[in-house]
């Protein structure tokens, strides 16, 4: 408990400084703050905290406002974000969003590798008789998302299961999300097979 | 399992014991068949949007608010005999038993959405004058004449009015190799083969942004 | 596929106008003014473009450009030009009289003739091209559009339009469609084919016609000729003689 109150308020204080007051561009250093202690190294995301980096810059955006508007309302989200978060400007919500999106990212490849092919399968497929709808219609064929809609290809096993399982549990986003019905439908077994699948993909 | 799935199954089997005591077997098939549509509702929704209106995912997923009933039940038809070709949407179609076709084609044809919206703006004026005029000198009949003055169709003719512009042109532009797919002479939907071919990229947008545009 | 052509009938067919005229006229007009329309019938159809008894269409029109033409028409008129229901009711042109289909066609592109959607259509035909279609739709055969609103589909009206088509409705001057349409409504140069027309077009075009059909006053037409009869009609003998024209297939 000790270490996770003063880790969030390491995070909290140094997001803070980087981006609270500043108008200007994020500069380097900045952003080093934010994802070394939390988001890991070049921003590649560590322990709980997913990759950042070469994720589409309009998500990070709207991410960043759900977690000032406290929209987005999971544990984690809580008890980390909504603090980093609170002086958030838009301008430097822009940059950092942008920043980024540009930074070259490096699949995680935790997940289980024996359930990769049904995973790409459910990916790409759905599965109609079970009322899933196939992920590529929205992520796009390599998971490589558009506008809004995030970049799942090399996201960490653990941080999609755990999105997954949130969003059928009930946490939020923004209204008339599609995520948490969809969610809904996946059985244990899809969600493995899909976050392990996901975590392979470049 | 997903509570998705265990609330199903509570929901049938709660269904089946309340119609115990009425009369026949079709009351329980009518109040299954209630449950099926409602989920298969949702899941249309999830990419169709939550009122039928569209959803700009990877690909534009098209609208199906108030879409014509006879219109939506033949292209379900249609994807499911091969006639009308589509990666994402064939499996999908299939999975639908034939006597769902019907409620699903009411209830959306019933859904009140305003255009998803999105289209440039400047291209509508042009897009307006296609779609009352046509262009005779190219061979492109008045969309008006068939899709009706305020684009909501007529009929097997589809509604037009807020479906999403960047829709439209897609599937303007990929006509002769999705629809009327392995038919006979009677399929309708050939008519259109002639107005897909003889529109320029530039006619389909202007037209396509008119009709996302129309409530 | 080779067009079979209607021999050359206009003169006939015009005499026989006035006769209409003359038969179905006697009690409302007086026989001068009579004779003055008839007159004037007969002066403004002898411009009309000569009939072509078969053979190849005018040289000007290239095969490609007719090829698509009639492609584009059939969009809306049907893919076996049998009529459609869209929007609005677009009618057969399946073995249309070839004089029927040049004429409206000019009328269409002169205004004379209201269609919003027609207009555009016809005023970048030129004559050869309106001919050639013509002569194209002409030689086209195919089953009546069937189908159509309720209300203009019932059994009963059948009968009573097979009475109005044959014998007309004497008591108020109404002659039988018949005598100018011919046999089986298959329609005789400038009067047109109405057997398998679809039942709401037909009931359309009746109810519309003084809205639609002449209008420049400066150059009266053959559409004239209807004037009395539509006036003449109730609205259950319209419906019933739609009725029965719709289904004929002679």
């Excluded at chain 2, 969309?143 to 042109?169: F, S, T, W």
């Excluded at chain 3, 016809?122 to 050869?128: I, N, T």
Aim: charged residues 20%.
């Amino acid at each position: 408990m000790m270490k996770l109150i003063s880790l969030k308020t390491a995070c909290a204080t140094l997001l803070a400084c980087a981006l609270g007051l500043s108008a200007t561009p994020v500069k380097a250093s900045g952003i080093d703050n934010c994802t070394g202690f939390c988001h890991g190294a070049a921003a590649q995301g560590i322990a709980q905290a997913p990759r950042l980096a070469g994720q589409k810059p309009l998500y990070i955006a709207r991410q960043l406002r759900a977690f000032h508007d406290r929209s987005r309302d999971n544990p984690l989200s809580r008890q980390y974000m909504w603090y980093a978060t609170e002086n958030l400007q838009d301008e430097t919500l822009r940059a950092l969003a942008l920043q980024l999106a540009a930074l070259p990212a490096t699949p995680a490849r935790d997940g289980r590798p024996e359930l990769v092919t049904a995973g790409q399968t459910l990916f790409e497929n759905g599965s109609p008789e079970n009322e899933i709808v196939a992920c590529v219609v929205c992520h796009g064929p390599q998971g490589e998302g558009i506008r809004d809609i995030p970049r799942l290809g090399g996201l960490s096993y653990e941080y999609l299961k755990r999105r997954l399982l949130q969003w059928a549990e009930g946490y939020h986003a923004t209204a008339l999300h599609p995520m948490p019905r969809v969610a809904r439908r996946l059985s244990a077994d899809d969600i493995e097979a899909l976050a392990s699948y996901l975590s392979f993909v470049q | 399992m997903a509570f998705g799935k265990r609330l199903a199954l509570v929901g049938a089997a709660l269904a089946i014991a309340w119609s115990g005591a009425a009369a026949a077997d079709d009351t329980a098939v009518a109040k299954l068949s209630d449950g099926a549509l409602r989920s298969k509702i949702e899941y249309c929704k999830m990419c169709h949007g939550e009122n039928g209106q569209g959803f700009r995912g990877f690909v534009p997923v098209p609208r199906l608010a108030g879409q014509q009933p006879q219109y939506f039940e033949n292209q379900l038809q249609s994807a499911v005999a091969g006639r009308r070709h589509s990666k994402l949407m064939t499996d999908i179609l299939k999975s639908i038993p034939p006597s769902m076709r019907r409620p699903l084609a009411v209830h959306f044809s019933q859904l009140v959405a305003k255009p998803l919206g999105g289209a440039p703006r400047d291209l509508i004026a042009a897009g307006r004058k296609i779609f009352e005029e046509g262009i005779p000198e190219a061979n492109v009949p008045a969309c008006m004449a068939c899709h009706g003055e305020g684009a909501k169709g007529h009929n097997e003719v589809p509604r037009l009015a807020g479906q999403l512009d960047d829709y439209v042109i897609s599937k303007l532009s990929n006509w002769g190799s999705e629809r009327g797919q392995a038919s006979a002479e009677a399929d309708p939907v050939r008519i259109m083969a002639v107005v897909a071919r003889n529109l320029t990229r530039s006619q389909m947008s202007a037209v396509a942004a008119y009709v996302s545009d129309q409530p | 596929m080779s067009p079979t052509q209607p021999t050359a009938k206009r003169a006939s067919g015009a005499v026989r106008a006035a006769k209409a005229m003359a038969c179905h006229a006697a009690g409302a007009f007086s026989r001068a003014a009579m004779a003055t329309v008839v007159g004037a019938i007969v002066l403004t159809s002898a411009p009309m473009a000569p009939v072509r008894a078969g053979g190849p269409k005018p040289a000007a029109v290239s095969d490609r450009a007719l090829a698509a033409k009639i492609e584009y028409c059939k969009t809306c008129h049907g893919l076996s030009a049998q009529g459609f229901r869209g929007a609005t009711t677009m009618p057969r042109l399946a073995g249309q009289t070839v004089e029927y289909v040049e004429g409206q066609l000019t009328a269409f592109a002169e205004r004379r003739r209201a269609n919003r959607f027609m207009y555009n259509v016809a005023r970048v035909l030129s004559p050869e091209m309106r001919a050639a279609l013509a002569t194209h739709f002409s030689g086209l055969r195919a089953p009546p559009l069937r189908g159509g609103p309720r209300e203009f589909t019932a059994e009963d009206l059948v009968a009573e339009g097979k009475t109005i088509f044959e014998e007309g409705v004497p008591a108020r001057d109404v002659p039988p469609c018949m005598s100018c349409h011919g046999q089986g409504a298959k329609g005789d140069s400038a009067f047109p084919r109405l057997a398998g027309q679809p039942n709401d077009y037909i009931v359309a075009k009746l109810q519309n016609w003084n809205k639609e059909r002449g209008l420049d006053p400066n150059t009266p037409d053959f559409s004239i000729t209807m004037q009395p009869i539509v006036r003449g009609l109730n609205k259950s003998q319209i419906l019933a003689v739609a009725a029965y024209l719709s289904e004929l297939d002679p």
